[in-house]
């Protein structure tokens, strides 16, 4: 399918391969694995969906994306400035949400600086964990994290906690699909509470969550109640990046690195990110860090 993907980019959105070309530049091997399971299972989950359909989204996506990075390289502010504002507008829309999740899971492989990051969670942090690892995703989302530890570790189960209704569904059927019903289990919740439904675990998953938060402290504090001693943590913060339902402003890696103050949180490991090709004029350039923490 990555051949026919591309070919349509080829043919209906053109100035978009110099980024995807970029991307599996990243990682050939890579780009193509994780391409084909993103579209296999797309096209399951969205039966109704093309692939000339997801690429349409896709170009989409990044063409909004990159106007809300002018806007708030214009303004200095985000959309939402509250999480309650995104929820409402983003987590509790299913209309939104359904576009939304498709283009994200796309990005995944299309975008390199994702790509980068899906390279940095499969070799640095997982083979870490046990075999049989009790894994907590935080606001899965899509659910693509949780299940490529699944996929590595045949004895792991996984719990994920989401606010939305239909996060919850989409990563239940992307599971199923995936051949991971029997391991993985959905709960709608907020993740910052995921005590109630999972009291601690090994492995902790919690991407692209923390700049999504009014306190993203919170998040930390909690991470770190949920793991047992000796237990590990993978985190992402999108640094100075506009995004529709993003609402903490990280201006730099050194004000995330401040949340681990006062935590029984090591950092063993990081990766900072940015896309590979910056509009020119670009004042606050977007950003990731991954980080991988041990308690």
Known sequence: MISEL????????????????????VDPQLFDAIGEQVLATARKVFPEHSLADLAKAYSVFTFEQNW?????????????????AANSAVYQNNTVMSEYFAQL???QFLWPHHLEIVRFFRNKFVPQ???????????PGHGFYGRL??????????????????????????????????RAVYQQGDALQAGK?????NAVIAGELLEHLDHPKQLM??????????????????ITAAQIDHVYEFKNEAEVYALLEGLPLKLTDSLLVAPKTIRPGTIRIPRVLAMIFEK
């Open 221 to 238: 504090e909690a991470v770190s109640r949920q793991l047992t001693v000796g237990g590990r943590a993978f985190v992402t913060a999108a």
């Open 68 to 84: 809300l990075q002018a806007k708030y390289d214009k303004t200095g502010k985000y959309t939402c400035d509250t999480h309650a």
């Open 105 to 107: 899971l796309l990005t």
């Open 129 to 139: 964990l046990k075999d049989n690892c009790q894994i907590l995703e935080m606001a």
């Open 149 to 182: 530890i699944l996929e590595q570790k045949p004895h792991a189960q996984l719990l994920g906690v989401d606010i939305s209704p239909f996060a919850i569904t989409l990563a239940t059927k992307s599971a199923q699909v995936e051949g991971f019903a029997d």
């Open 6 to 25: 591309l070919s349509i980019f080829e043919r209906d959105d053109p100035k978009s391969l110099k980024s995807i070309n970029q991307a599996r530049a």
């Open 197 to 201: 439904f999972l009291p601690e675990c």
